[in-house]
């Protein structure tokens, strides 16, 4: 079997031009492991944490206690003492320390405790749900009885719809002023400004929870303050911040593992007067812009699939144009004006082109 997912894993090298992902997540089959290992051995390995519930609840039976405590160790930004500890005084309290289900599970807790993985990025993927979505999604537009064509013909057009969800998607963020709700405003318009809207409402969270915060103590070695900070009415509670006036970095190591600030850096930016997220803490992935920086960059890199960028420029056009025309057509009195624009528009890009393709040639 590891033979046959080393074939499909280098068909996908294939695809990807040779690129290998930077993480993995799969339902922990044994020869799918190893042939990850061998073929992406770079890549960062996590199970699916979908699967670990269903298999908790499958193999620790009748302790509700303990698949509440499963997932909160699984899932919470714990450092890898506290992980340590909750474990063990989890399992006492549930009765479960010689469970052979539970005692793999613990075995392999780099694999899927959030506090072993806190170094590694993963997309903020931690189920399997995105490719089952999309399975779900083929299946209906598949018939059982379809022959190969069909299939081919459906396959194609399913791909087309999931694609303008994207578009629908991308339009969307740009279109919507964030209402500001937090203590720091400043922050938070900058942050509504350059994250799409779904990684804004995560950003915001994070610059809620700056409020909970109280500085311990400060100390400063050679330019380098560290903030040891903890929470309100919650003494145990110790998070570190080091600025050396440039970068923050978080013992947490949110933004390593999800790619977004966490409340400690909100806290430290504001004691330190930083109104900006600074750049080195901004994921191009996150932004809005994040599309048009690929294709403006892409344009000038030879490895990169030509049909590719012209397919997502195409998209990028349809997706402005057609929002334009929609709004457009409902206005009276404005098409004669609109249509001279639009092709006064037509004339200068062309005159531009044509510019910037005599500039190359020379
Ligand atoms: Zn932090």
Redesign the pocket.
């Known amino acids: 079997m590891t033979e046959t997912y080393k074939w499909v894993l280098r068909c996908f090298l294939e695809c990807m031009e040779g690129k290998q992902p930077k993480a993995v997540v799969t339902n922990g089959d044994g020869a799918m492991r190893e042939a990850i290992k061998q073929i992406f051995p770079d890549a960062n390995h996590r199970l699916c944490t979908w699967h670990l519930n269903k298999n908790a609840s499958e193999n620790v039976k009748n302790r509700n206690n303990f698949l509440d405590g499963f997932s909160k160790v699984m899932y919470s930004n714990f450092t890898i003492d506290e992980f340590e500890e909750y474990w063990s005084q989890m399992i006492k309290e549930n009765g479960v320390q010689g469970h052979p289900w539970v005692v793999k599970t613990y075995e392999n807790r780099s694999l899927w405790a959030t506090a072993y993985l806190r170094d590694n990025f993963f997309g903020r993927i931690r189920t399997m749900s995105q490719y089952e979505a999309i399975n779900a999604i083929i299946k209906s537009y598949v018939r059982k009885q379809g022959c190969i064509f069909e299939f081919m013909n459906n396959f194609d057009q399913a791909t087309r719809d999931y694609r303008n969800n994207e578009l629908v998607a991308d339009f969307k963020p740009s279109s919507i002023d964030p209402v500001l709700s937090t203590q720091l405003p400043v922050i938070e318009s900058h942050a509504g400004k350059i994250y799409t809207a779904k990684l804004f409402k995560e950003v915001r969270h994070e610059i809620l929870k700056a409020g909970e915060l109280i500085v311990r103590d400060k100390s400063e070695v050679g330019g380098r303050k560290t903030y040891r900070l903890t929470k309100f009415c919650k003494d145990g509670y110790e998070?570190s911040?080091v600025y050396d006036g440039s970068t923050f970095k978080?013992?947490?190591k949110?933004f390593e593992s999800r790619g977004i600030p966490?409340?400690?850096?909100f806290y430290v930016m504001k004691e330190e007067h930083v109104d900006r997220i600074p750049s080195n803490l901004v994921l191009t992935r996150w932004t809005k812009d994040a599309k048009i920086q690929f294709l403006n960059s892409s344009n000038c890199n030879d490895n990169v699939d030509l049909n590719m960028i012209a397919e997502a420029c195409f998209g990028s056009y349809c997706m402005v144009l057609t929002e334009f025309c929609k709004e457009a057509s409902k206005k009276d009195g404005v098409y004669a004006q609109i249509m001279e624009d639009l092709m006064q528009l037509k004339k200068s890009i062309a005159v531009k082109m044509m510019m910037q393709s005599v500039h190359k040639s020379q």
């Open positions: 998070r911040v978080c013992s947490c949110r966490c409340s400690h850096i």
